[in-house]
């Protein structure tokens, strides 16, 4: 495997003014990212998240190119991205889920093709490739919609087009899949494993969902502080955080807390109770159970956000 | 860098300027009323500021000296000179925005230098409106103006609107540049507007309104249009300066562009390690 993405102890150390009187600044120092090991093969889906402010994007920024590391060795496909910002361009694709980068009173195919003359993709190669996106994400009937008439599921669909064009071997990802519904979502979604699949393009991908980590990456890297703070497998970062995920049932009437095998109630609110339970557990025999047994109306099942899990890992680690 | 390099960077951001420009014209062509009503709006406007001149003279026969046409003279090759730089990167204040709600990151991931895509963006057509009024103020003038025309004057007529231009588009990218340091526009306006009132304290009623908004960049503003403008008039000097520099203005533009150059690469080099 080679490494396509290599990070050795990266730091990115900023000066942070505050105004602490009339004229008087203090300055102060805030590591964001701190010496920051880790590689990426080609070919790999890696999500990548932690709590906001936790130094994720200020990575995502320093591989793209776009800020200057303070410290450390950083190469992506072999490139050093903040002295090779233009060069390096033409091998990555990123996609800012709350930015678009699509011409907002243009109809979509003149982003496309700005992209084609800008990234100097050969006519053949670009046609062939705008085919396939067109199939992939449904975009046929959007073309030649202006990007302001789009919902945001479809403009973030168009967005992925755009930063595909041109054949990235790495392609970044911040929050695709915010504020969709759930059927863009999994559009989204499965267009990514396709492409990763066909093309071996590597992605990098940073998420507030788990269920776009649980359903695309086989492996997940943990950021808090500027520092990592867990590299492996999903399933083994619900182990670290021992998370839950919870059922939210409402029943008939009002009853007193619901008893449930390897389930606990959390928290009772009129005919509504919330019970917690293992997250590498499946939910489905406690919902039998329940059904069984209870005057059951609605329920759904929410999955632990990153926020709680990291915060479990961090109180397991005080007390070990 | 070797000058190859050099030359293939300035070609390659001739390129994404002119790609990117063509971009905002189609997309302002996508509301046509709106666009012809703004560009007439621009024209009025400029064209009102000149008026204003006009309606002095009915009262006074010169300005420090200067008949009406030769006031439309200087008054027209400012502002051709100050319209064309506006048209081609007027839209640079933006900067600061884009540095503000974070837009510019998706410009520093593409293939192109960053100054020209910053210069081309929001490209609007409607300032042809500024530019187009320069030029009518600085026809007219011609036909009214006694210049002996040698053909050092011919020569120097555009060099002297080429070299403006290129003076007032350095100020436009050494004030973007600035941008990327103090981001709170209120600071970059305040350098702008106490400047400028400094200057209002003065009848500004002697200048047109051009002129004041050019004199706000004191030094090169000379170099645009008094110096080479009153040799080309043959009238006496300003601060009894040599007579050659009235052909110093591309020098001055070159000077002053890469300095503005100079304050670029700072500006883009901090906002990359700081990223605010």
Sequence with gaps: MDEFIALERVEKVFEVRRRTGFLRRERREVRAVDSLSFTVARGEMVGYIGPNGAGKSTTIKMLTGILTPSGGRLRVAGIDPARERARLAHRIGVVFGQRTTLWWDLPLIDSYRLAHRMYRIPDARYRENLDRMVELLELGDLLDVPVRQLSLGQRMRGDIAAALLHDPDVLYLDEPTIGLDVVSKAKVRGFLREVNAERGTTVLLTTHDLQDIEQLCSRVMVIDHGRLVYDGRLAGLHEAGESERTLVVDLERELPPVEVPAARVVRVEGPRQWLAFPAGQSAAPVVAYLAERYPLVDLSVREPDIEAVIARMYAEKAVS | ?276
Aim: hydrophobic residues 55%.
């Design chain 2, 1 to 276: 860098m070797a000058p190859w390099t050099r030359r293939g960077r300035l070609a390659e951001g001739v390129r994404a300027y002119r790609l990117v420009a063509a971009m905002w014209v189609r997309s302002t062509m996508a509301y046509r009323a709106s666009f012809a009503m703004t560009t007439f709006g621009n024209f009025a406007a400029t064209f009102l500021d000149f008026v204003a001149i006009m309606l002095m003279f009915s009262r006074v026969d010169a300005l420090g000296g200067y008949p009406l046409p030769e006031v439309a003279f200087l008054y027209g090759l400012s502002a051709v000179s100050f319209g064309a730089a506006d048209l081609l990167i007027g839209s640079m204040d933006r900067l600061g925005r884009r540095v503000r709600d974070g837009t510019l990151d998706t410009l520093l991931v593409r293939p192109a230098p960053v100054l020209a895509q910053v210069a081309a963006d929001r490209f609007a057509l409607r300032r042809l409106g500024r530019v187009t009024q320069g030029a009518l103020v600085l026809g007219w003038s011609l036909t009214r103006v006694d210049i002996d025309w040698t053909a050092d004057r011919l020569l120097l007529m555009p060099v002297m609107v080429v070299s403006g231009c290129g003076i007032f588009c350095a100020v436009f990218v050494a004030g973007a540049a600035f941008q990327f340091v103090a981001q709170d526009a209120s600071e970059v306006q305040n350098a702008f507007t106490y400047g400028g009132t400094t200057l209002l304290q003065y009848p500004p009623t002697v200048f047109a309104k051009e002129l004041v908004r050019g004199v706000t960049f004191v030094l090169p503003l000379a170099f645009v249009n008094w110096l080479p403008a009153t040799y080309v008039l043959g009238r006496p000097y300003p601060l009894g300066l040599p007579l050659w520099l009235a052909w110093a203005p591309p020098l001055v533009a070159v000077g002053c562009g890469a300095l503005a150059g100079l304050a670029w690469r700072a500006g883009l080099r901090s906002y990359r390690s700081t990223g605010s």
